[in-house]
């Protein structure tokens, strides 16, 4: 079984400052991990994933997100936002091969300028 | 990289007739397919998974009379919404899998309107 929880639905951010976007996982295996972004009424955008390998992932536009298994967590940060970060974000635990993904409920991020 | 397309990108169609979503990979070869509805607002659910040449396995809740899937070559799958209704309207996104590969790749994403 597997499931994810992204804690905070809604974050707001002044423009420049650092984004921390909160995702706690369960996994009974060992789990794949992915951040998309989606604009409105855009489809998803691949931010980052990590598949067993070095811990802290880097993904597009200065986003990275850190593999903690003793926490079951992996945050998505940014060190300084951009207006054009807006957007909803969704975390994705994938724990094996065949399995399906389980989407979060997604956090809706709001820059302030 | 991998590029997933939905044709078409949005839709409006009268209460009681039916539309047709295609979802291709463009570039690689999709052994399975995924089709997820999204209300506004709201997190991504997973309506089916269908395998290539092989019936289409439904979620729980999910009308496989209502929705009907197919997934007739490994670039291919189309989603049809029959007699649809207006609480059919959603965004309607797919994806592909390559293999055993633990990424799945999205499409766009369909945004239809039963009025």
């Known amino acids: 079984a597997q499931s994810v929880t992204q804690l905070d639905s809604h974050v707001s951010v002044s423009e420049g400052t650092p984004v921390l976007l909160r995702c706690n996982y369960s996994?009974?295996?060992?789990?794949?991990l992915f951040w998309y972004v989606q604009h409105p009424n855009k489809g998803l955008q691949l931010l980052l994933k990590?598949?067993?390998?070095?811990?802290l992932v880097k993904g597009i536009n200065g986003f990275e997100a850190e593999f903690k298994k003793s926490e079951t967590s992996f945050h998505l940060t940014k060190p300084s936002a951009h207006m054009s970060d807006a957007a909803e974000y969704f975390c994705?635990?994938?724990?094996?091969?065949?399995?399906?993904?389980?989407f979060g409920t997604g956090t809706k991020l709001q820059v302030i300028p | 990289g991998a590029v997933v397309s939905q044709h078409p990108s949005w839709v409006i169609c009268k209460s009681g007739t039916s539309v047709k979503i295609e979802c291709r990979s463009l570039d690689f070869q999709a052994t399975t397919m995924f089709w997820y509805r999204q209300f506004p607002k709201q997190s991504l659910m997973l309506m089916a998974t269908s395998n290539e040449g092989s019936k289409a396995t439904y979620e729980q809740g999910v009308e496989k009379d209502k929705f009907l899937i197919n997934h007739a070559s490994l670039t291919l799958s189309t989603l049809t919404v029959t007699s649809a209704h207006p609480e059919d309207s959603s965004f309607y996104i797919c994806?592909?899998?390559?293999?055993?590969?633990?990424?799945?790749?999205f499409g766009p994403g369909t945004r239809l309107t039963v009025t």
């Open positions: 994705v635990v994938n724990s094996g091969g065949y399995q399906k993904v389980t």
């Open positions: 996994s009974s295996y060992s789990p794949s």
């Open positions: 990590y598949t067993s390998a070095a811990t």
């Open positions: 994806s592909a899998r390559d293999g055993t590969a633990y990424e799945q790749y």
